[in-house]
């Protein structure tokens, strides 16, 4: 993941859209869409504004890897719970969509064990 795809992600983390954050950085839109698409060199001052804009460091901006993303979670949830407002990365598209599948399939097997009991007491039964 590319350090425009981090920026992109942490983004979309904290429910901004691209003109929210521009408005942040105080910039034009389109500007801050080069940035994201990597279409342009970030500066220091800039990438520490950015993460100043998201609240952490720049060295978790710049070496952000899926075990940092839950450190950020962490951080800002001690308690970690499905129930507080924190937004998680499960709630980007691509991880609703994976998330929707894992729970058909522990549907399925669910539905699975309970034929599975029936068919051990019907056994048992004989």
């Known amino acids: ?7 992109k992600f942490m983004r979309m ?3 901004w859209s691209q003109e ?3 408005e942040k950085l105080e910039m034009a839109v389109s500007g801050y ?5 990597g279409r342009t060199d970030v500066n220091f001052s800039r990438l520490q504004q950015i993460a100043t804009v998201f609240g952490i460091e720049l060295s978790n901006l710049i070496g952000l890897s899926e075990k940092n993303v ?3 979670i962490e951080n800002s949830n001690k308690y970690n719970s499905s129930s507080h407002t924190s937004v998680y990365p499960s709630e980007s598209p691509d991880c609703q969509h994976e998330l929707e599948k894992l ?4 549907e399925q097997q669910a539905n699975e064990i309970a ?7 019907l056994l048992k039964k004989e």
């Open 33 to 37: 869409a080069k940035i994201e698409q």
């Open 103 to 106: 729970r058909l399939i522990n």
């Open 13 to 15: 983390f904290k429910g």
């Open 1 to 7: 993941m590319g350090l425009h795809d981090r920026v």
């Open 115 to 121: 034929y599975l009991k029936e068919i051990i007491h």
């Open 20 to 22: 929210d954050m521009a």
């Open 70 to 72: 839950f450190n950020v």
